[in-house]
């Protein structure tokens, strides 16, 4: 079966930690992306990569940190300078010069 | 800035109606307008793409673009319960931009049986 997984499912922070969600994709779409949405309001892009070894700050980029070593993974770390992490953070995919993105099933974050 | 609004409702419909669910962009270059359902806790996915203007049906889904107004819209016909989620709104700021979608705050819609 083709498409994006995410774990874990729900993750827990202590304040001060990093915690890193996961992002896998067997579909061989080049481009991939992060968002957070928060509730109540739509998805705001935090990072996106159009290729491997590549990737750009979205909107809120600020006290997170990706990686793009490989085709069909992208790490999200959400690092303990994210004062407010609290919410539900959502990967997606796309295939190569394609616009419609694919999520996956996403990741609850919550801070103990 | 760019922006993406929509009526954040609940738009509540009888079953079998035709709900209407309404999005305005700010930024007249956009070139792609995408509508995703999304169920509570779960995450977005994708009912339909629309490019041109006019109206573009697929099943009991239409959506209707206006890029002159700059707004695009979806009906969903014979609306049944399990319609009932959020409906977001996702625009594509075109080229140059690498394909990013800017997301309006979605429309609640409740289908009372």
């Known amino acids: 079966d083709g498409g994006i997984t995410q774990s874990p499912k729900y993750l827990f922070r202590k304040e001060g930690q990093n915690v890193t969600l996961s992002c896998e994709q067997n579909l061989n779409h080049d481009a991939m992306y992060w968002y957070r949405q928060d509730p109540g309001q739509g998805l705001r892009l935090i990072y996106y990569?159009?290729?491997?070894?590549?990737?750009q700050k979205g909107d809120i980029a600020e006290g997170y940190s990706v990686s793009r070593e490989k085709k069909e993974s992208f790490p999200l770390t959400v690092t303990s300078a994210q004062k407010n992490p609290t919410a539900f953070y959502l990967c997606?995919?796309?295939?190569?010069?394609?616009?419609?993105?694919?999520f996956g099933p996403g990741t609850r974050l919550l801070v103990l | 800035q760019k922006e993406v609004e929509q009526n954040s409702g609940p738009l509540s419909v009888p079953e079998g109606a035709i709900a209407s669910l309404n999005c305005t962009y700010s930024?007249?270059?956009?070139?792609?307008f995408f509508w995703y359902r999304q169920y509570s806790g779960k995450s977005p996915e994708l009912i339909m793409s629309i490019y041109s203007n006019g109206d573009k049906e697929d099943g009991r889904f239409t959506a209707q673009l206006n890029k002159a107004s700059q707004y695009v819209s979806l009906l969903i016909r014979d609306s049944q319960p399990s319609d009932s989620a959020t409906y977001l709104c996702?625009?594509?700021w075109g080229r140059g931009y690498g394909n990013k979608l800017v997301f309006g705050a979605g429309t609640i819609l409740r289908v009372k049986s």
């Open positions: 990569s159009q290729i491997v070894n590549d990737f």
């Open positions: 930024d007249r270059g956009s070139q792609s």
């Open positions: 996702a625009v594509n």
């Open positions: 997606a995919s796309a295939g190569q010069g394609q616009e419609t993105q694919y």
